[in-house]
């Protein structure tokens, strides 16, 4: 299964498409299964124009001030026999992630995907797998541009975490980082 990861669009609400962003990020959206869109969606024309590509998931973000049926405060699917929690505000990220799934989630999740920060992040601490995806869009909270997606390829025993830089935008600079993770389920579960 491939999960496409996205969040912090923050797009105008009279934008309707990303088209204006280049193909960059409908390229990378029509080859996944599922999106997941961890908020600040800001318009949802972003969740209609993604759910051409792939069926969406979204979290609600401070910024999202309409109402859809996709997304939620907190999102749980199962997938692949693995657990995925998201929300969009893991603030402090840095902190211990057993603490966010206890106070974010208050349930066991093997993956947690959250924004919010703008910048592209992937952790593991023995049992849990954390991604930010950045921004597709505003990463590092630069102006509109380029950024980052995430990448989840998931099989019952093993976890791809991929954050992937979209390309450049003609004069100005992508600031995101390309990040991978691999992992063998016994890997993440040897702690537990």
Known sequence: MRIGLISDTHLPRAVRTLDELGPQV????????LILHAGDIVTEGVLDWLERLAPVIAATGNNDQFCDP?????????????????????????????????????????????????????????RHLLVNSGSAVLPRHYETRLGTVGLL???????????????????????????????????????S
């Not at 206890?102 to 592209?120: C, L, N, S, Y």
């Not at 791809?160 to 390309?178: D, I, Q, S």
């Open 26 to 33: 409908e390229a990378f959206f029509s080859t996944v299964d």
């Open 70 to 126: 996709r997304m939620q405060p907190r999102q749980f699917l199962e997938v692949e026999g693995w657990r995925i929690g998201m929300a969009h505000d893991l603030e402090p990220e840095l902190r211990p992630l057993a603490e966010i799934e206890r106070w974010v989630f208050g349930r066991e999740v093997d993956i947690i995907i959250g924004g919010h920060t703008h910048r592209e992040h992937i952790r593991h601490d023995g």
């Open 153 to 191: 390829e998931l099989r019952p025993d093993f976890v791809h975490a991929e954050v992937l830089r979209l390309g450049e935008t003609p004069g100005k600079r992508n600031p995101g980082e390309a990040r991978l993770l691999e992992l063998e389920r016994s890997a993440l579960l040897e702690a």
